[in-house]
């Protein structure tokens, strides 16, 4: 299972590092001079009070936003400018903070569509439906199923995403993520708005992801235990700044983080 | 094996062998996996449940030993039953959804040093009772996934242990004669398998069947019904449930029809309609649930539709079941019939996925008339039966075109039945136990001195049709201090036919009047108050809300005017009545994983609402503690109203059919 471009990375390695990077908008800066890498293989958590620059920085890693200063290295290859569909042919898929499905289709549909780039046959055989085109795509349905089976979501392969329980239309994105193949998957607050019990399906799905298909994972959350209990690496941000990086014992006994999220008089 | 060897065969393993050779070709297994359906022939299954018998003898199982079998209707777990049987050794199924501390008091009872289990779900689960299990050695298991970096000393992947059989079988031609020499070995006086009950009546007590009954009882039963290899079951019901064992695995066994396992338990129902069985059981409350689901759908359905659909359910009611009986109906009436059948029947129950079905049990509850009626008007043979884990199953069953919603049906042939004094049934069944595993005691409790074993109902036997008629538990059958007669289950019953409500616990018993406890159904009343604008925030909320009540209030008042017309009944109108505040449920020892309420345990936790009932009290509170999937525990604090309600005079009808 490897992106097409760019060399391939051996786990514990840096897969990504971004450097130095500055960006703001008009005058507001979202975020200052960070800098931090996430190495393959590793549950990477981004975590930092409300208006801290995570999501910025999120957008940032697939080329959504561009940043004014500093760059960004994926697989070695150092990029100023990147846009999200060249993110996503490099092996960059991700989810969002309001899930962002297609309605209107069925959970499987939606899963199919992760696997889009993947597909090499011409518009001419996918038009028939028939010969190579049928193949891959029995190929791919395969793949798909055994995403639909990874996240317990059988019961639902034929239901309108629409029409789903949000905890649901949640694990019907991170399929289609998952779908892509990615070597990088970026979670942006995989758990909000669920329950107890919804949580732990999700985070035992992020830490299976992890470990069944390899795939390294970083993700925003805000649930402190979950970070903690997932996550292999913590980075804080705070202001749109670096306060701290590290183990997630660590990062727990940082005064700045402890600092940011409690509040301290100025 | 010569035909006539076949014949004989005593024990399961036996029967996998002749199967193999007759029905060799046919479908014995399917699963759905991947979006697929994968069928396994009958030869094929033996092959498979050889190289796991071996397989498992090489890591120790001997015969005797006992293996717990945990996780959902999957074709590697019933093999992990068939294999071990091979071996002589002795399958313990223990109920998938059972928390941990049930699942270690079954685990440690049973003895198993062995554990065939579905997933990591399981594993993690066992892990965590490990040291109330000390005799556990080794565990198997079916989903690989999240198990990858497991210590597997002690746990093996079932693929892996099959496939380390077939290469012995493979290489070394001795292993297979020795294996023939294991199977030929297997007594049909042996333990066959230990059922644990679900226990309404406190911890559940293991349930030794031998070989030998359990295959006869299920030779009268697929003899009765006339089943055949080409039949198919779909096998969602509990794998540790005796209903499962008995109807899925011994049946088919016997009979040689096919056994589906869907893709997991949500999917159930879709799976259903793909498999189109011709077998089919359904406990009352599922069929309940169908119904719900359907009426809810009719309810959002357009005006056109809604208006077809109840026409000709109303045809339904007036001619179906007497067509189905083979009575006599005017022509219009079968044209009318007809008619319906091609716009709603047909499509209905091509939906619902009982298209095939040729015959349909239903048994474990007494089941509402209206609901028993719904099914077999729009063309279903549903019947019931009335049986028990200790019987393996059958004790009486309802004839083709002699069925009645308030009886279970004839001694079934073979089985000997009789009323003790105090009407309590007894019986003698060929399927009969063994006895209780380890409870000499319990065993001898139950068993009367001339061999008859009690089965703690109360019921008689009907002069008119000659079948047999259960009231209630032998024990709940109460009177009210004026001494009117109290049944709770008929009465609970008569509540939980309406779709709003779920479950009831009616008191009584030595008390003033009667006054019930009831639980919503969250799926029809959420419906509801979203058609009708009434905002909530939780099931609690919904559940204490003022219009819920009114609506309530409305059946309850329907349930004392039908309890008015029968002067038997009349004495026990209901005089108040309460929303439970939070759902009945198993994980909290509330109702049973069968989903029977526990009457005893419900009257201790709830003890400040009963109070409440009877002492005239508009409104109590209380908080009760909940147990969570994972098994962590929380608190629930609620008020709950109570509902004054206005009984009916007495006022029988009169000839009104059943």
Not at chain 1, 94 to 114: S, W
Not at chain 2, 314 to 335: F, M, T
Not at chain 2, 425 to 431: A, H, I, R, Y
Request: net charge negative; aromatic share 8%.
């Amino acid at each position: 299972m490897r992106a097409p471009g760019g060399p391939d990375v051996a786990v514990g390695d840096v897969l990504l590092a971004v450097e130095n990077v500055s960006l703001s908008f008009g005058g507001v800066k979202a975020v200052s001079d960070v800098s931090f890498d996430i190495r393959k293989g590793e549950i990477r958590a981004i975590i930092g009070p409300n208006g801290a620059g995570k999501t910025s920085m999120l957008n940032v890693i697939n080329g959504f936003y561009h940043p004014q200063q500093g760059r960004i290295t994926f697989k070695g290859e150092a990029r100023a400018r990147m846009r999200p569909h060249e993110a996503a042919s490099g092996g960059i898929a991700r989810t969002f903070q309001n899930v962002a499905l297609f309605r209107g289709m069925t959970a499987l549909d939606n899963i199919m569509a992760g696997r889009t780039l993947r597909m090499h046959s011409n518009f001419f055989w996918q038009l028939l439906r028939y010969g190579p085109a049928m193949r891959e795509e029995v190929e791919h349905r395969r793949r798909v199923e055994e995403i639909i089976d990874f996240l317990k979501i059988q019961e639902i392969r034929r239901v309108p995403v629409g029409r789903l329980p949000y905890g649901l239309q949640k694990r019907v994105e991170l399929g289609r993520a998952l779908a892509m193949e990615p070597e990088l998957l970026l979670l942006d607050e995989p758990m909000a708005g669920m329950n107890l019990e919804e949580k732990e399906d999700m985070s035992r799905f992020v830490l299976d992801a992890n470990d069944h298909y390899g795939t390294t994972i970083a993700l925003i959350e805000h649930d402190m235990g979950v970070v903690m209990d997932l996550s292999d690496r913590v980075v804080v941000l705070d202001h749109g700044i670096k306060i701290a990086d590290g183990t997630p014992a660590e990062v727990k006994g940082n005064q700045a983080v402890i600092d940011a999220y409690l509040g301290v008089a100025h | 094996m010569a035909p006539n060897a076949a014949a004989r065969a005593d024990t399961f393993p036996k029967l996998l062998v002749r199967n193999a050779q007759v029905f060799g070709t046919r479908p014995a297994m399917r699963h759905k996996d991947l979006g697929i359906w994968q069928t396994w022939t009958w030869a094929e299954g033996l092959d498979v449940v050889r190289a796991y018998a071996v397989g498992l003898h090489r890591l120790g199982l001997r015969r005797g030993e006992t293996i717990a079998i945990v996780g959902a209707n999957r074709p590697r777990l019933y093999w992990s039953v068939m294999a071990s049987q091979m071996l002589g050794a002795i399958p313990v199924p223990v109920y998938a959804d059972a928390v941990a501390d049930e699942l270690a008091y079954v685990l440690a009872h049973a003895d198993v040093r062995f554990a065939a289990v579905e997933d990591q779900e399981q594993v993690d689960k066992i892990q965590s009772v490990l040291e109330r299990v000390p005799k556990l050695e080794l565990m198997l298991y079916d989903e690989k996934r999240g198990l990858r970096d497991y210590d597997h000393s002690r746990l093996h992947s079932m693929d892996d242990v099959i496939d380390e059989g077939r290469k012995a079988l493979a290489s070394d031609p001795s292993v297979g004669v020795w294996l023939d020499g294991e199977i030929a070995a297997t007594k049909g006086s042996d333990p066959s398998i230990i059922l644990y009950t679900s226990g309404t009546t406190g911890a559940s007590k293991g349930v030794l069947l031998t070989g030998e009954r359990s295959i006869k009882a299920a030779s009268d039963t697929v003899a009765f019904d006339k089943l055949t290899e080409h039949d198919v079951s779909l096998a969602y019901l509990p794998l540790a449930w005796v209903g499962d064992h008995y109807l899925n695995y011994a049946q088919g066994l016997v009979s040689g029809f096919c056994t589906a396992c869907p893709e997991n338990s949500d999917t159930a129902m879709a799976d259903l309609r793909e498999i189109g069985p011709s077998f089919y059981f359904a406990p009352p409350r599922t069929l309940e649930l169908l119904l719900t689901r359907v009426m809810i759908r009719m309810e959002d359905a357009g005006l056109l539709k809604r208006k077809m659909f109840h026409y000709f359910i109303g045809v339904a009611r007036k001619y179906g079941e007497r067509i189905l009986n083979g009575e006599h109906v005017s022509l219009g009436g079968r044209l009318l019939y007809w008619l319906g059948d091609l716009l709603v029947y047909g499509p209905l129950k091509n939906v619902l996925g009982l298209s095939r079905v040729r015959v349909a049990y239903t048994a474990g509850e007494a089941i509402g008339p209206d609901l028993f009626a719904f099914y077999r008007s729009i063309g279903l043979n549903l019947k019931q039966l009335y049986g028990q884990t200790e019987a393996f199953l059958y004790l009486t069953a309802q004839p083709d075109g002699e069925i009645y919603s308030d009886t279970v049906g004839r001694t079934f042939p073979n089985v000997d039945i009789r009323i003790a004094e105090n009407g309590e049934v007894l019986f003698k069944s060929p399927g009969m136990f063994a006895g209780y595993f380890k409870d000499e005691a319990k065993t001898a409790e139950v068993m009367t001195p001339d061999g008859y074993v009690k089965t703690g109902d109360a019921g008689y036997f009907d002069e008119k049709t000659g079948h047999l008629k259960i009231i209630d538990r032998a024990k709940d059958v109460g009177r009210l201090n004026d001494g009117t007669l109290f049944p709770p289950k008929y009465i609970e019953n008569k509540l939980k036919f309406y779709p709003n409500i779920r479950e009831v616990v009616a008191y009584g018993d030595k008390c003033d009047f009667v006054a019930v406890m009831l639980n919503i159904d969250l799926t029809a009343v959420s419906s509801w108050a979203e058609r009708n604008n009434v905002v909530y925030g939780s099931y609690q909320e919904l559940a204490g809300h003022p219009l819920v009540y009114d609506m309530l209030e409305k059946h309850v008042a329907e349930v004392n005017r039908s309890l008015a017309a029968d002067k038997m009944t009349a004495g026990a109108q209901i005089k108040r009545f309460l929303i439970l505040h939070k759902e009945l449920d198993p994980d909290d020892g509330e109702i049973t994983r069968t989903l029977k309420v526990r009457r005893g345990f419900i009257e201790e936790r709830y003890a400040p609402l009963i109070k409440a009932l009877y002492d005239g009290s508009k409104e109590a509170d209380i908080s009760t503690q909940v147990t969570f999937e994972d098994g962590r525990k929380g608190i629930i604090s609620a008020r709950v109203t109570i509902r004054d309600m206005k009984t009916e005079p007495v006022t029988p009808t009169m000839g009104k059919a059943a």
